[in-house]
Structure formats: structure tokens, C-alpha cells
């Protein structure tokens, strides 16, 4: 492999896995906008999608749709898309119903309170994942090892587009990243600038005792908010479960831990910024492995981390922030 | 100060109160056995199989020594936090056993980096540690570790650790001797960065640097990351003909398989025995290994025992209607070397205590076990040196060669 080759595959690796990267810390980024809540439920929420995702696929599991033979026809699209709608719909619901439950009625408590609240229920769905991973289904081992690592079947061809004499790979998984995540993010932004309902958003976030007042219903729009967050965060999770063919208990923590600094790189309550943050570390990471060494990768990816803060306080794109304690 | 030095006097007398009670408390007819392995996570389904060996074990004694009946508890180590053995948990695991003036013996651990944990503890208090699975030099050699070890984990001086499985320098050595025989010239060679993975990658980076092979990059992992291609794409711009991967099971060597498959990385793909169990074949998915994975292991294929070995195999088949991982056997041998030093005692009429049941264990020498006619050397390791090299065929191991 030649140095460029080198170079373009990781960068490849690094837009796909910054990619999933970006859609988990738009749930973060939103929550902290609106309601200036650190959601560390977050990524176990993303957590959960990956393993309803695997169960649907398990109880599809006819030979029709997962037989390697067929890969690669429309079904198989047809099938990412419910998967990617499915995920979401369950994640954004299920993110909404924590609101109700449990940020709600500490709306008005101190933030310590409120972060505590997320961190309880954050371990709350770790174990509910790990007493999924249980279910007595032949896609998680039997039901055997709650706790193990499940392998996710291949959905999508593994054939490399580019030619399989080619030293670069780019496999559909990355490339249904893409035709995913990118859509995604063009309709995310349209629905905050150009709807009622975003508008109604972006008022919340500013001030949201203003907005009330001019008649935002502020509690819509915070539902609106987490349902949105959830959604993405599930989408992102049938993505992720397709890239990495494995799906374990333990799979939102790192992803959430990457999402939340991608969060805070790019200015945390900053839609953009969280996109742009995302992609940022997946290419860090994926430039640390390859031109510095693997196990230096995270301090890298904090060190940037802290370069950044330290110049720019608010995050790459965030706004400075009016005062609010 | 004085009467400081006097009150610590006394708060030490009461302390040691307990401890005179030991010896009356063993009147009490009641041995206690305890095992500390890996119950939450991967390792499981190998733990099971690990206990089913000890629990068969004791059933041949009847689970009797002389008059004392052997009571035997099967702790976990791991956590749901980790979803591996966890520090925390072993340490206390250990403590619990010490308090507990029942306890003879201690079977554990699975992980070398567990024990390091809970070795100078059960040392400090004189209480046998069996290890059916730890393969890491540094533990009971020195040379394999820092300055300090093995010293460290020998408080009292004198040794209460063994174990029945061969080491990674033996270990280390069989794969590099295997990855040329399979013609490999140019290995990477990754780490998980726990005791165990990074003792044994860097007995095999030496080996294969001693018999020609070209050591083209090395590297540590990160267990936690969701994939590993950028990694993967380093190797293959490193030219390197095979990949050892020096880790288990639970410190993700399923999802290395995977990337190296769907990187397009044409490498071999060579890990120690901390893979081999059926829970390593499931998370790589048996598509990512046939034909180019290679599992080292420090003995045989269970079915291939011969002997008492193959009594073993045949009652466990029978006894739980499946196939024992690989690991059975060591539990069961474990146990068993414990049991028979006690029995040895139990029928010279010594007391049995701590110290006696691990002064004996420590004489076993000859011992006709499931695993061959064995000893414990001065360190504490088994004199056995039988390794096997495996690889995967039909989602199952296959063995494909035995060096002894």
C-alpha cells in the first residue's frame, strides 16, 4: 500500500466511524441546548436500539433475508431503512419517556441533581441491556452469556466497490453511512431552521421563561427535543451494529463517551458543532492509529480535546454562553 | 507514647483472638473450598466448565476428607460494570476468603491480572491459591516482569501459589515455532495491555525474533474501541504475513478477527488460549476464523486425553450431558492436587490447617492426574509442558498440532 492509499482508507474509516460519532452527539448537543442537561443516559439509550435491532433481525431470521447468496438486492436496503425508522422510533420514545419520568420532575432542582438523575438511569439501562442479552434467541448465543459480546450478522455485501484488487477498501457499510447519516443531518437542520416547531426549539434554547411567555408550548418542545435526540441515536445505532457486526452491553459507553467529547469539541448545544466534532474525532482517531501508535489514541484524541477548550473555551462552533447558574 | 504503644498492644491481642480460634473451629468437621472465576461476561460459559471440574473432583472424594465434610463455594470475580474480572470484586473475593477461618484452599484465578491482585493477600495469610488457568510468567518467574517480581507476591516468603497449566514462555515460544512452520515471515504482533496478553506477546515477539522471523510492528490495542480497522489498515501497509494478538476472549480478539476480515487484510490471525473457548468462535463469528485463525492452548483437546484424562472426559459427558471447554480439565485437576494433599494429611492423622494443607500441596510431586504424570517445580508451576496449536473448523476447534 502506498502512503496516499494509506492516507484515503483512513480517512475513510475515520468519516464512517466519526459519522456514527456525529448522530450520537447530536442527542447530546440538543438535550444540553434545550434543557442544559448533561443526558448520560444517552448512550445507553443508543445501547438498547442496538440490541432491538438485533432482535428484529433474529426474529426475521429467515434464510431469505440474511442468506449471504442474496446480499445486496433492494430487500436488503428496504430492510436497513425499517431497521434505521424502527431503532429510531423506539429510542426517541424511549428517550421521552425518561424525560417524563425522571429529568421532568426535576426540571426545576439543582443541575447536580439532574446529572445524578442521568447517571442513575444511564445504569439502569446498562442492565437492562445485559438482562436482554439473556433473551433465549439463537442471534444472542442461546441466551447462554448475558454479558458476551453478540455477533450482529452481515446485512449488507462485504464486496469492496472499489475493485477487490484494489489496497483501499470501501465496503456498503461505509458507504450506507453516508446515505444515512448525511440526509439525517440536511433534514435535522431544515426542521430547526424552517418549521415551527424548530423555531419553537431554538426560542426554548435562547430563553426558554421568553419563549413561554410568547406562547411556546416549551414542554412540547422539550419532548420534541429528546424524541429527536433518540431518534438519531437509534439510527445511529442499526449503523453501528452494521459497521462493527458486534454488539455488546457495554457498546453505548465508549460510544457515548466519543459522542459527549465529540459534543464538547464542536460547543456543546451546537448543532453544527456537534456534527463537525464527530467527524473530527472519528479522523483523529483514525490518523492517531495509523501515524502515531493505537495505544496513544485516547490520550491524542483528550489532548486535542484540551488544546481546543483551552483556545476556544465555548468548543469549536459554540456560541459564548450568557451566564446561567 | 507509651500508652499508645500498650493500647496498640492490646487492640493487637484482639485481633489475633480470632485467629487462635482457627484451630478449634477445624475440630468442627467442615472444609471449605472456594473458587474465584470469571462468572459475569464471556468467560463464562469456560467458568462453568471450570467448576463442573471441580465439583467433579470432589465427588470423587465423596465429598469427604478423613471425617471433615468439604463444603464448596463458586465465586465470581467479574463484574457487570466490566464485564471481565474486575480488580475490585477479586480483592474483595480474596479478603473474604481469609476472614473466613473454613477456607483451605482457593482456586482461582482465570486472569493472571486477577492474580496479582489476590496472591500477596493469600500469601500474607498462609492460604493455598490453585490456578487453574493463569499462564503468565512474570507471576511465579523472574525476569518475565518488573524488578520486584515474583517477590512481590510472596509477603510471608514462602510459596502458597501453584498452578497446573503451562506457561506463556512455553506458550509464547509454540506459536512463534508454529507461525514459521505455516511459513509466515513478517508478524505484527498486538497486545490487550493486561498481565497476561502483554506477557505472552512479548515471549512470542522474542521467539520469533530469535528463529528469523521479521517483527514488522507491534502494538498495544485499546479493549474498549468499537472496531479496530485503522489498526488493521497499519498492518496491512506493514507487509505482515500473520497477526498475533496476545489477549482473550473478553478483551475483544473476537471483533480483531472481524476488522482484519473486512479490512481485506489477506494476514493469518494467531492468539494464546485466552481465546480458546467456544465464546471466542461465537463473538468473531466462525466465518472470520476458518482456516486462518490459530489458537495456542497449554494442553490438549479434551477429547484427545488419554488415561485418567479421558476418564475425565468420558464421566464429565456424562455427568453434564455436553462437551467440557478446554478449561475443565485444570479445574479438575486443581481441585484434585489440592484433595489429595489433604487426604495425604487426613490419613498421616496431621491436622489439617493452612499451613499443612499448603506445605503439602507444595511436596506434590509425580502427581497421575488427568493431565499426565506431573510435579510442582520450586516455583510453583506444573512440570507439564504440553501445548497444542488449534484452528476452527464447522464453528468448532480442531486441533492440528501437539508438541510436549
Redesign the interface.
Known amino acids: ?1 502506498t502512503e496516499t492509499e ?1 492516507f484515503m ?2 480517512v475513510i ?2 468519516l464512517s ?1 466519526g459519522m456514527i460519532i456525529a448522530l450520537v452527539a447530536l442527542g447530546y448537543t440538543m438535550v444540553y441546548g434545550i434543557v442544559e442537561l448533561i443526558n448520560f443516559a444517552h448512550g445507553d439509550v443508543f445501547t438498547l436500539g442496538g440490541f432491538l435491532t438485533l432482535t428484529i433481525v433474529g426474529a426475521l431470521g429467515a434464510a431469505a433475508i440474511i442468506d449471504p447468496a442474496n446480499l445486496g438486492d433492494s430487500s436488503h436496503w428496504l430492510l436497513l431503512f425499517a431497521l434505521v425508522i424502527g431503532a429510531g422510533i423506539f429510542c426517541g420514545g424511549l428517550n421521552v419517556a425518561i424525560d417524563r419520568v425522571v429529568y421532568k420532575p426535576l426540571r426545576r432542582a439543582p443541575k447536580l441533581t439532574q446529572l445524578v438523575a442521568a447517571i442513575g438511569v444511564s445504569f439502569i439501562l ?2 437492562l441491556a ?1 438482562f436482554w442479552g439473556g433473551a433465549p434467541m439463537e442471534v444472542f ?1 442461546g441466551g ?2 448475558a ?3 453478540k ?1 450482529f450478522p452481515e446485512l449488507l455485501e ?1 464486496r ?1 466497490l472499489l475493485g477487490e484488487d484494489s ?1 483501499v ?1 470501501l ?1 456498503l ?1 461505509d458507504v450506507s453511512i453516508f446515505i444515512i447519516t448525511i440526509p439525517l443531518m440536511i433534514a435535522l437542520t431544515v426542521f430547526v431552521k424552517a418549521t415551527r416547531l424548530g423555531r419553537g426549539m431554538r426560542a426554548t434554547a435562547q430563553n426558554p421563561v421568553a419563549a413561554k411567555l410568547m406562547g411556546i408550548d416549551t414542554d412540547r418542545v422539550i419532548a420534541a427535543t429528546f424524541m429527536i435526540g433518540g431518534f438519531l441515536g437509534g439510527a445511529a445505532s442499526v449503523m ?1 451494529s452494521l ?4 454488539i ?4 453505548g ?3 457515548g463517551m466519543d459522542a459527549f467529547t465529540a459534543a464538547v469539541l464542536g460547543g456543546i448545544g451546537s448543532m453544527p458543532g456537534a456534527m463537525v466534532g464527530g467527524v473530527l474525532i472519528g479522523l483523529i ?2 490518523m492517531s ?2 501515524y502515531i ?3 496513544w ?2 490520550v491524542v484524541v483528550f489532548g486535542v480535546l484540551i488544546l481546543i477548550l483551552i483556545f476556544r473555551p465555548s468548543g469549536l462552533l459554540g456560541l459564548k454562553q450568557r451566564e446561567k447558574v | 507514647m507509651k500508652i499508645k504503644l500498650i493500647r496498640s498492644a492490646f487492640v493487637f491481642t484482639a485481633l489475633l483472638a480470632p485467629l487462635v480460634g482457627v484451630g478449634g473451629a477445624l475440630a468442627e468437621s467442615t472444609i471449605k473450598i472456594v473458587s474465584s472465576l470469571p462468572r459475569t461476561g464471556s468467560a463464562n460459559a469456560q467458568t462453568t466448565s471450570m467448576v463442573n471440574g471441580i465439583k467433579m473432583a470432589i465427588a470423587d472424594v465423596g465429598g469427604k476428607i478423613g471425617d471433615a465434610t468439604i463444603v464448596y463455594e463458586d465465586w465470581d470475580d467479574a463484574s457487570p460494570q466490566r464485564g471481565n474480572w474486575d480488580p475490585a470484586v477479586e480483592a474483595a473475593n480474596a479478603d473474604k476468603a481469609i476472614s473466613d477461618e473454613l477456607v483451605l484452599a482457593y482456586i482461582g484465578t482465570y486472569n493472571s491480572g486477577a492474580s496479582k491482585i489476590s496472591m500477596p493477600k493469600l500469601n500474607a495469610a498462609g492460604l493455598v491459591m490453585v490456578s487453574p488457568a493463569n499462564t503468565a510468567p512474570s507471576l511465579t518467574k523472574q525476569g518475565f516482569g518488573e524488578q520486584n517480581e515474583p517477590a512481590v507476591y510472596r509477603p510471608s516468603g514462602k510459596i502458597s501459589y501453584f498452578r497446573v497449566v503451562p506457561t506463556d514462555d512455553v506458550q509464547g515460544a509454540v506459536a512463534a515455532d508454529y507461525a514459521k512452520d505455516i511459513g509466515s515471515k513478517k508478524v505484527f504482533v498486538l497486545n490487550d495491555r493486561e498481565v497476561y496478553g502483554k506477557g505472552v506477546a512479548a515471549v512470542f515477539e522474542k521467539r520469533a525474533k530469535d528463529i528469523g522471523l521479521e517483527v514488522v510492528g507491534t502494538d498495544g490495542i485499546d479493549t474498549k474501541a468499537s472496531n479496530y480497522k485503522s489498526i488493521v489498515t497499519k498492518i496491512k501497509q506493514s507487509g505482515a504475513d500473520l497477526v498475533y494478538f496476545g489477549g482473550t476472549t473478553q478483551t475483544n480478539a473476537g471483533q480483531l478477527a472481524k476488522d482484519i476480515v473486512s479490512g481485506g487484510l489477506k494476514a493469518k490471525f494467531m492468539v494464546p488460549d485466552g481465546c480458546y473457548e467456544q465464546a471466542f468462535i461465537e463473538a468473531a463469528g466462525s466465518r472470520a476464523l476458518e482456516g486462518r485463525a490459530f489458537i495456542t492452548f497449554g494442553g490438549e483437546d479434551p477429547k484427545k486425553l488419554q488415561g485418567k484424562g479421558k476418564e475425565f472426559y468420558e464421566s464429565y459427558k456424562k455427568t453434564y450431558g455436553g462437551e467440557p471447554e478446554g478449561y475443565a480439565v485444570y479445574g479438575y485437576e486443581a481441585a484434585k492436587v489440592v484433595l489429595s494433599a489433604m487426604e495425604r494429611l487426613s490419613k498421616a492423622g496431621t491436622p489439617l490447617t493452612r499451613e499443612s494443607v499448603r506445605a503439602e500441596v507444595a511436596k506434590t510431586k509425580d502427581f497421575v492426574g488427568a493431565l499426565g504424570t506431573w510435579s510442582f517445580d520450586e516455583n510453583g508451576d506444573t512440570t507439564n509442558r504440553t501445548m497444542s496449536v488449534n484452528g476452527v473448523k464447522d464453528g468448532e476447534f480442531e486441533e492440528l498440532k501437539v508438541v510436549k
Do not use: C, K
Open positions: 500500500m494509506v482508507q483512513q474509516y475515520g466511524n446498562v442492565n445485559l448465543g447462554n452469556a454479558a458476551a459480546s455477533d462485504g469492496n489496497n477498501v465496503r457499510e453501528w459497521y462493527n457486526n458486534t455488546s452491553f457495554q457498546m459507553f465508549r460510544a482517531r483514525a492509529d495509523q501508535e493505537t495505544r489514541t485516547n
